[in-house]
Every structure is written in C-alpha cells, then in structure tokens.
Nanobody, 114 residues
Framework: EVQLVASGGGLVQPGGSLRLSCAAS????????MKWVRQAPGKGPEWVSE????????YYADSVKGRFTISRDNAKNTLNLQMNSLKPEDTAVYYC???????WGQGTQVTVSS
C-alpha cells in the first residue's frame, strides 16, 4: 500500500521559514520523480516543485523560485521542501506525490499570516 505522510507545516509569519518532509512507503521511492503540489482554499491544485529520481535535477514554479528548495534522501525514502521568505499566498495544504502514480497522501497545512 502506497503511503505518503507529509509533515512540518504550521503557522508562520510572513518572511518566516518552514521545512516540510514527506515519508514515503509502499513503492520504490528511488525510482520516481517526486513532486510537491499545494492546494489553497477554494482553488485547484498547484504544482510547486519536483525532483528527479536521482535528486540531481529540480524544477520550481515561478511563484516559489528562489525561495523554496526541494531535496530527497533515497536511503530514507524522504522528500523535503525548505520554504524561506514565506508569503501569505503560500498558504495551502501541501502534498507530496510520485510522478505517474495517483497518490497524494494526507498533506500538511501551511498558513502564512501575521
């Protein structure tokens, strides 16, 4: 059974930082490109970032480029997202998902507010 458990979210002031993690199991983590996707209240899903299976190639949405950093640890089956200089528009539930598999997991809430 595929499991994706995201953690690390919370309430932070604008300009603050959070580090999200996603623990993956039930599939061969190191074989998949992994993505972070977020969904704000009342909006559709938004792709945020992705990293290839080996961890050497990364991509970011323009809205987070220069502020977020994606990384992975294939030995620990873990995906990470370091989020700096957070803005209120970053408020959303963040999910990790493997490319090509329709699994999202439980997500973690990020709220950026003063």
């Amino acid at each position: 059974e595929v499991q994706l458990v995201a953690s690390g979210g919370g309430l932070v002031q604008p300009g603050g930082s959070l580090r999200l993690s996603c623990a993956a199991s039930g599939f061969t983590f190191g074989n998949y490109t992994m993505k972070w996707v977020r969904q704000a209240p009342g909006k559709g899903p938004e792709w945020v970032s992705e990293i290839n299976s080996g961890g050497k190639t990364t991509y970011y949405a323009d809205s987070v480029k220069g502020r977020f950093t994606i990384s992975r640890d294939n030995a620990k089956n873990t995906l990470n997202l370091q989020m700096n200089s957070l803005k209120p528009e970053d408020t959303a539930v963040y999910y990790c998902t493997p490319e090509g598999l329709d699994y999202w997991g439980q997500g973690t809430q990020v709220t950026v507010s003063s």
